[in-house]
């Protein structure tokens, strides 16, 4: 083929499609069917509905349960055990006597002191009947009366110890294991016995800062130990600490709980329950219906058959269950089950509805 005629060749093809192009650019584009477009099927969901539940606002904490009163039973003289008046583990009365010393000897330098002030009352009586008469100086007759009040005081002083020999009671409440048996020679100090108050009992235990200004005098509460599991023991604040524990920012509160059976012992462990007040009304939804992106909480509502992203407000947390403080209101129906592939304005298809709230 010649050169002219390999030339026209390659202008024919380039022509056609040039040409091609053109009618295809300048035609109109194909109206699109409507049976084309895929739409998406709903989401298939697991929704519950807002409830509403009396909650009362309160604090759960740890305590240790401490006698009204509590004594260990010391000696303030020192001397041989004469005498054991109790049984260990049974009440006493306030001034029954515990436990007796031997008192010869404390008995004997009371003698000596009064025979002393016995003396010196008469030589005064004799140095104040002369001063009278001025037959004696004024230096002697003070001198009689200071000496009359030092054997007062020596008697006095000797009454007290000879009394001290005798322990007894402070308050009523229960004695313990006695540490001391009869004829035993004890020092000053020892201890003996203890003595215990148990009706009522007092209650300590700490809560965090925040409470603070919410804990006040007469607030109830309710006390479980793990000796009685199935009792709960009613109390009442009636003091709360004026300064708070540097350490661990918490306020040290203390409580009574009746204990007319003794059932409670000093030393228990006890789990508390504070009220901060009167019950109040307030809405849930189950834990699960909440979305939490960083300090923003959302929920999903199920409007006409689709998936409303809603912000709340959360307050409380319980078991199972959140508090909804602002966002919802009752009845409505909130996505518990399929968040994950839902986004706002979707459409979706409820599986099942929790129509009461969850168990406690």
């Not at 003996?192 to 009706?199: C, G, H, K, S």
């Amino acid at each position: 083929m010649s050169r002219k005629g390999f030339a026209g060749l390659v202008l024919a093809a380039s022509l056609a499609v040039i040409s091609g192009w053109w009618r295809y650019t300048a035609m109109p584009p194909a109206a699109v069917s409507p049976a084309d477009v895929r739409v998406p099927p709903p989401a298939a969901v697991f929704v519950a509905r807002v409830w509403a539940e009396s909650v009362d606002d309160a604090i759960d904490a740890v305590g240790t349960l401490l006698a009204d009163e509590s004594v260990v039973i010391r000696p303030e003289v020192q001397g041989r055990v004469k005498a054991i008046h109790f049984t260990e583990g049974k009440p006493v009365r306030a001034g029954e006597v515990l436990i007796e010393l031997e008192q010869d000897e404390y008995r004997a330098a009371l003698a000596q002191s009064l025979a002393q002030q016995e003396l010196d009352q008469a030589t005064f009586a004799r140095m104040k009947a002369m001063r009278e008469r001025a037959h004696v100086s004024a230096q002697q007759y003070d001198e009689a009366v200071s000496k009359l009040k030092y054997s007062n005081a020596l008697v006095e002083r000797d009454r007290v110890l000879l009394q001290k020999t005798v322990l007894r009671a402070p308050f009523d409440g229960i004695v313990g294991i006695r540490q001391v048996s009869i004829g035993e020679y004890i020092d000053k100090g020892k201890a003996l016995v203890n003595l215990e108050a148990l009706d009522p009992v007092k209650l300590d235990f700490k809560v965090p800062e925040k409470y603070a200004g919410a804990v006040r005098r007469g607030l109830a509460l309710t006390a479980e130990v793990a000796a009685y599991p199935t009792r709960a023991f009613a109390g009442e604040v009636y003091a709360v600490d004026p300064r708070l524990e540097e350490e661990s920012r918490t306020l040290r509160v203390r409580a009574r709980l009746p204990n007319r059976d003794r059932a409670l012992r000093p030393g228990m462990f006890a789990h508390v329950h504070l009220a901060l007040g009167a019950p109040r009304r307030t809405l849930f939804v189950p834990e699960s219906a909440l979305v939490v992106k960083g300090s923003s909480a959302s929920v999903f509502r199920v409007v006409s058959g689709r998936a409303v992203a809603t912000t709340v407000a959360i307050g409380a947390r319980y078991k199972g269950k959140v508090e909804i403080v602002q966002g919802l209101a009752e009845g409505d129906s909130v996505v518990t089950e399929g968040q994950v592939k839902l986004r706002d304005g979707a459409p979706v298809s409820v599986l099942e509805t929790l129509e009461h709230p969850p168990a406690p």
